[in-house]
Structure formats: structure tokens, C-alpha cells
């Protein structure tokens, strides 16, 4: 009964694309099976999970910056933008506004389809009403 939501969200802090993934799966393989859903950016943000050389190349070939710090324990330091990087808390305030929703913060539902359906309504209404 574990699971991970992988979410992209647009600069108003809209979810747009959404994946639930499992628990265990690492959040660069997650994102790696949302790439070619993406919206066109000119960067994209994510944290420290979300670094690996095979989704930095596919953000670059699709003309994205990653803006992702690097692992603790890579041996080449990347570089990133820090001050872009500080607007990384308007992602996680996305994740809260769908943890308002208690069925989706508490997940009641067993069966992860179930589970992906009461959060697809959540951020739908989110969505609607543009906060």
C-alpha cells in the first residue's frame, strides 16, 4: 500500500500531468515515464531525487534547462540556478493543496486506481478554480 505521486504543475500552480507510481520506484524513473507528456518550458525544477544524467539529456534534447541540484553523492558537482531553484516551494505547495483533500492525504482507498481517481478530482477542482 505504498505509492509516490509524481506531478508537473504549471507556473500557477495548476497540476497538469500526474502519475502514481509505486512506492519503491526512484523519482527520476517516474519522471522518465512522464517526459514525453511534458508541456513546453523553458526550465523545469526538481529536487535532489530527480537527478540522473538519462533525464537531464532528455530535458536537454527537448530544449529544457533542469534546474535539479545534485545527489550528495555524485562525483561530477552540476551546477544549477539556486535563485530559481528557491521557487521550488510553489511545487510542494501544489502537493499540500491536493493533501487538503483528506481522502487523498489519509488514502483511504485501497486499490491504487481508486486511490489516482479521488486525486485526478481533487486536482481537477484545484484546477477549476485556479489556486
Partial sequence: MNSK??????????????????????????AALLIDALPPARERLGDR???SNAFRAALVARG????????????VVINYDEALYRQRHRVENTF??????????????RCAHTCFLAICIAATVIFWLGK
Avoid: F
Fill in 5 to 30: 505521486l509524481h506531478a508537473v504543475r504549471d507556473g500557477h500552480g495548476r497540476p497538469l500531468v500526474m502519475l502514481l507510481s509505486e512506492g519503491q520506484m526512484s523519482d527520476h524513473k517516474g
Fill in 49 to 51: 531525487g530527480y537527478d
Fill in 64 to 75: 529544457v534547462n533542469p534546474c535539479i541540484p545534485p545527489r550528495k553523492n555524485r562525483k
Fill in 96 to 109: 499540500g493543496r491536493l493533501k487538503d483533500w483528506r481522502r487523498v492525504a489519509t488514502r483511504y482507498d
